[in-house]
Nanobody, 123 residues
Framework: QVQLVESGGGSVPTGASLRLTCTAS????????VGWFRQGPGTDREFVGA?????????AFADSVKGRFGISRDNNKNTVYLQMNSLKPEDSATYYC???????????????WGQGTLVTVSS
């Protein structure tokens, strides 16, 4: 089983940047796509972005974050990064990383979740 731990969340002003990190332990996660989801208070968990299996692999993003967010992975370090730029108040949420054996990554394909890291963007 793969365990996932997110870090890097915090409170920032509108327009700032943050980089979230997802670190995996246990079984290798290089066989999985890695997806980032987020969930705000009283809202459903929604897809943010994902990266395919190998380093330098294809990525996909929700329309709401395209052009502002980027994802990269380093399989040697068992780590995936979510780079968030030009943050907006509506980006405020708890961000979760996940692993999926299927592509594209969808909520119903997720096998494991991290505990989440909170991002708050003030106006």
């Amino acid at each position: 089983q793969v365990q996932l731990v997110e870090s890097g969340g915090g409170s920032v002003p509108t327009g700032a940047s943050l980089r979230l990190t997802c670190t995996a332990s246990g079984r290798t996660f290089r066989n999985y796509a890695v997806g980032w989801f987020r969930q705000g208070p009283g809202t459903d968990r929604e897809f943010v972005g994902a990266v395919m299996w190998s380093s330098g692999a294809s990525t996909a993003f929700a329309d709401s974050v395209k052009g502002r967010f980027g994802i990269s992975r380093d399989n040697n370090k068992n780590t995936v990064y979510l780079q968030m730029n030009s943050l907006k108040p509506e980006d405020s949420a708890t961000y979760y990383c996940s692993i999926s054996p299927k592509w594209p990554v969808k909520l119903e394909y997720v096998e494991n979740w991290g505990q989440g890291t909170l991002v708050t963007v003030s106006s």
